[in-house]
Antibody, heavy 119, light 108 residues
């Protein structure tokens, strides 16, 4: 059974660094074709694709946030970590992680975690 | 970046109606277009991969068509449980894979 769960702070102050962890089970990021992606959704707004890490440790980022985002994996812990530096209130969103079969097929998602950026 | 434009942004239809949602990428993406359904308070769910490949468990009233820069998601007979926001997403070439702005579907 595939599951993913996002964890991290619910509240972050502006200019701080946000660190989110996706803990997954039921698959391995060492398996060819497996990926984990992060997608966010500001309240009442559309989905925004953020980053992806694949089985080969290739990493991809959305260009608009490329300088602020880092994605990494710890396969021994079945975790993927996303960091976003210098956060701003516009970064307030529900952050989802999802499993990718290949880069494009996001078949299992976490429940999401709401992060609010506010002073 | 490939920009994805969906229309309409919202839609109200009656149970049993045929409903169509359009997605237009800013460049030719061949068949690499996916559709997601998101119900309120829930994570998105993948409905259709690569234009027309219905995912396991998705009702057959959902279908997708198109190629290049013009794609359509069709619900052949709208059901109450189809109330949701629908998003298109391209998966052309390597990531990043941008989403459309969403289409909110309601029942009249």
């Amino acid at each position: 059974q595939v599951t993913l769960r996002e964890s991290g702070p619910a509240l972050v102050r502006p200019t701080q660094t946000l660190t989110l962890t996706c803990t997954f089970s039921g698959f391995s990021l060492n398996t060819d074709g497996m990926c984990v992606t992060w997608i966010r959704q500001p309240p009442g707004k559309a989905l925004e694709w953020l980053a992806l890490i694949d089985w080969d440790d290739e990493r991809y980022y959305t260009p608009s946030l490329r300088t602020r985002l880092t994605i990494s994996k710890d396969t021994s812990k079945s975790q993927v970590v996303l960091t976003l530096t210098n956060v701003d209130p516009v970064d307030t969103a529900t952050y989802y992680c999802a499993r990718g079969v290949g880069w494009e097929r996001y078949d299992y998602w976490g429940l999401g975690t709401l992060v609010t950026v506010s002073s | 970046d490939i920009q994805m434009t969906q229309s309409p942004s919202s839609l109200s239809a009656s149970v049993g109606d045929r409903v169509s949602i359009t997605c237009r990428p800013s460049q030719d993406i061949a068949i690499y277009l996916n559709w997601y359904q998101q119900k309120p308070g829930r994570a998105p769910k993948l409905l259709i991969l690569a234009t027309s490949n219905l995912q396991s468990g998705v009702p057959s009233r959902f279908s997708g068509s198109g190629t290049g820069t013009d794609f359509t998601l069709t619900i052949s007979s709208l059901q109450p449980e189809d109330v949701a926001t629908y998003y298109c997403q391209h998966s052309y070439s390597a990531p990043p894979y941008t989403f459309g702005q969403g289409t909110k579907l309601e029942i009249k």
